[in-house]
Nanobody
Framework: QVQVVESGGGLVQAGGSLRLSCAVS????????MGWYRQAPGKQRELVAR???????IYADSVKGRFTISRDNAENTAFLQMNSLKPEDTAVYYC?????????WGQGTQVTVSS
């Protein structure tokens, strides 16, 4: 059974930093793409950043220049370094892992940025 586990969320003041981690275990297939999504109260889940196995990255315009996604392919682990955090970054952050055929979600980790 595939498990996706996020960690690293918390409460931080505006301008601060957090580093989220995502660990994927139990997959028999190669994890091609790993991504971070977020969902704020009353809003739809949105893409924050995505990285494919060769290192190509995509970022939402709202986080470009502030957030950095990285991954360790050997460990099926992804990271999201979040700097210069803003109150509007407050949300539950979810990790997503994609194989050729399946997608898996974690349970989410709360990030709260106070003004």
């Amino acid at each position: 059974q595939v498990q996706v586990v996020e960690s690293g969320g918390g409460l931080v003041q505006a301008g601060g930093s957090l580093r989220l981690s995502c660990a994927v275990s139990g997959s028999r297939f190669t994890i091609n793409t790993m991504g971070w999504y977020r969902q704020a109260p009353g809003k739809q889940r949105e893409l924050v950043a995505r990285i494919i196995s060769i290192g190509t990255t995509i970022y939402a315009d709202s986080v470009k220049g502030r957030f950095t996604i990285s991954r360790d392919n050997a460990e099926n682990t992804a990271f999201l370094q979040m700097n210069s955090l803003k109150p509007e970054d407050t949300a539950v952050y979810y990790c997503n892992a994609l194989t050729t055929s399946y997608g898996y979600w974690g349970q989410g980790t709360q990030v709260t940025v106070s003004s």
